[in-house]
């Protein structure tokens, strides 16, 4: 399966370093578009052409849980998978992500491949599922 994601992360580094663990995981072959904060993202993201978007918390110009509000705020972007990257590792950031913002899956740093896997692998599977599912008139008709 191929999937277009969008990678946010202020530092280079990082953000080269979750593209090839993607990679590395072989959940899927990626095809990334970079940014490097919220800002930025915004001005890259379309809902039809990014399946996934991995987001880093601690951003300049706006943070990463201030990204994921404004994408899920927007019109026909649940199908789009936002998975938050980060060092915040208390459980009331992993709440406010997860059950107030809306991202489908969170990832403390530092991970490793197998830990993307593990974690990516229901994530992927149901960007797939609703990749293989026909929408419009015929979903309504035979859905």
């Not at 490097?36 to 601690?58: A, R, Y």
């Not at 899920?72 to 950031?93: C, F, G, L, P």
């Not at 899956?105 to 197998?114: G, L, R």
């Amino acid at each position: 399966m191929e999937l277009r994601a969008l990678v946010i992360d202020d530092s280079r580094v990082m953000r080269n370093m979750v593209m090839q663990n993607l990679r590395r995981a072989s959940l899927a072959d990626f095809e990334f578009v970079e940014a490097e904060d919220g800002v930025d993202g915004l001005n890259k993201f379309n809902s039809n052409d990014i399946d996934i978007i991995f987001v880093d918390w601690n951003m300049p110009n706006m943070s990463g849980i201030d990204f994921v509000r404004k994408v899920r705020s927007m019109d026909n972007t649940e199908h789009v998978a936002i998975v938050m990257v980060t060092s915040e590792k208390t459980m009331s950031k992993i709440e406010e992500a997860l059950d107030e913002a809306g991202a489908n899956a969170y990832i403390c740093k530092p991970f490793t491949a197998e830990e993307l896997q593990k974690k990516l692998e229901k994530v992927i599977d149901g960007i797939q599922e609703k990749q293989e599912k026909p929408s419009g008139f015929f979903s309504r008709l035979f859905g």
